[in-house]
């Protein structure tokens, strides 16, 4: 007997879909700028002259690259609440607060948004420091023999070619980010697979659910794609010779 | 955290690498079969290819082991949890190693491929013999570094209620509510495994771009 694929049932349920690829969306913009941050920061711990720093940010890199996101979801998932509870206890302690106070209880959505942040931040540390070190010291050295200011050379002359330079990397990045986001509805944060384990639930068409919001990934990856591109040709297409 | 405990998490380990591995070998064929066809003339050949790379890599892998997992069970083959989990698996790393495999064929100079066109080579003996071993060792770092992603990838299977490590943790923790300690044990299980390929893979990067100066 043949299976009969019965997608109605989705239909009816595509505006809750709908409504959940707003939380993936907004759990990828949101875990994008948080690694953002991180990856400049961290490039910057990186390359400072102390040496406690330095190590720091490479054991950080190389421990977020080498176990599972999955692992450090739920590891950051149960660690928050106790970190923060610490903290309340310390600021009580100091007298910087009346009553012990937990300000990490944050709920599932914002500890995705952490955990994707700290992920994709190992992640971009490594690319942007590659672009940093692309752009040839003499460019550096011949900005200054011009008497311009540190931060002016690299404004004028170096940000654009190192953004050129890490750019295809990065957004791929932000794309594998934006993927990665279906793992935080393991920790039931409202996104697309926590939304559809829900109505799955409800109508019992595992196949037709599933595949739907596949789908939907597969396009919100391809106009992320279809977004780097058209920004890459008009900013960055310029002859270099 | 008993000693039982530890040893229930090591045989779960076993698991994951096991999964690990037969993706990895089945992966290796497929891939393969998805570069040649990637780089070949035929126009629907590469456009058959280029699709099916897109679709693995524009979705995430836990959607692609759940639409494997149900649509297998729709096609009328009733599967257990570990053959649909490592279909899934297979098919995720014939497209990713299909990419990589494809970049390291092209990037084998031309003039090699001519000259054996010009010495009567067939396509098979001219891949076989001239193309693919100098590939195989432009693509080493990056296949290392996607067995890397595939070992990191197999906690997902937990997910679909295969039990391998983070499983077994996730089991473990829920008995003994000591989650930060679990966690960290089988973080830090992947990462004893993860790291060294990661330094081989980043230490024949560097030998490469050395030797390619």
């Known amino acids: 007997m043949a299976y009969k694929f019965d997608f109605g049932a989705i239909w009816e349920a ?35 002259r102390l040496a406690p720093a330095r190590w720091l940010v490479m054991s950080f890199v190389e ?16 660690a928050l609440p106790l970190l923060g509870a610490q903290l309340g206890q310390l600021l009580a302690g100091l007298g910087l607060i009346a009553r012990p106070t937990n300000y990490l209880l944050i709920g599932p959505w914002p500890t995705a948004v952490i955990a994707l942040g700290l992920n994709g931040g190992a992640y971009a540390i490594e690319i942007i420091r590659g672009g940093v070190q692309a752009v040839p010291k003499g460019q550096w050295e011949a900005g200054a023999a011009l008497g311009l200011h540190r931060a002016t050379v690299f404004r004028l002359i170096v940000l654009k070619p190192a953004l050129r330079a890490i750019y295809p990397s990065l957004t791929s990045q932000f794309t594998l980010l934006t993927l990665t986001t279906s793992i935080a509805g393991a920790i039931a944060a409202y996104e697309l697979f926590s939304e559809a384990k829900f109505i799955d639930s409800q ?15 597969f396009v919100i990856s391809w106009f992320m794609n279809q977004l780097f591109q058209a920004f890459a040709r008009r900013y960055f297409s310029y002859p270099t010779k | ?86 279909v899934g698996f297979t098919l ?68 679909v209620g295969f039990v391998e490590l983070t499983r077994a943790g996730g089991i473990i923790a829920n008995i003994n509510y000591r989650h930060l300690l679990v966690y960290g044990v089988v973080g830090l299980m992947y990462f004893c495994i993860c790291w060294p390929l990661s330094l081989w893979g980043a230490r024949l990067e560097r030998k490469f771009a050395a030797a390619s100066r």
């Open chain 1, 63 to 78: 421990l977020i690259r080498n176990t599972p996101f999955l692992v450090q979801i739920y590891f950051i998932f149960f």
């Open chain 2, 92 to 159: 995720h790393a014939s497209a990713f190693l299909g990419e990589i495999w494809r970049g390291a064929i092209e990037a084998v100079p031309r003039g090699q491929t001519e000259a054996a066109h010009a010495l009567g080579l067939h396509y098979w003996s001219r891949m076989k013999d001239v193309v693919l071993p100098q590939a195989l060792k432009i693509s080493l770092p990056a296949t290392i570094g996607f067995l890397v992603q595939l070992i990191k990838g197999t906690s997902l299977a937990s997910i």
């Open chain 1, 203 to 217: 109508i019992y068409k595992p196949f037709e659910v599933y595949f739907t919001i596949t789908v939907f990934y």
């Open chain 1, 14 to 48: 595509m505006p809750q879909l709908l409504a959940a690829g707003l939380g993936t969306l907004g759990l990828a913009v949101a875990g994008s700028l948080l690694a953002i941050v991180i990856g400049i920061g961290g490039v910057v711990l990186r390359d400072s």
């Open chain 2, 1 to 86: 955290m008993g000693v039982d405990q530890y040893l229930f998490l090591l045989n779960s380990l076993k698991w994951t690498l096991i999964l690990s591995a037969v993706a990895f070998a089945f992966g290796i064929p497929c891939g393969l079969g998805v570069a040649l066809m990637r780089t070949s003339d035929s126009t629907p050949m590469r456009w058959l290819a280029t699709r099916w790379i897109d679709i693995f890599q524009g979705t995430p892998l836990l959607m692609q082991l759940f639409v494997v997992y149900y649509g297998l069970a729709l096609l009328g083959l009733k599967l257990d949890e570990w053959s649909s989990v490592t």
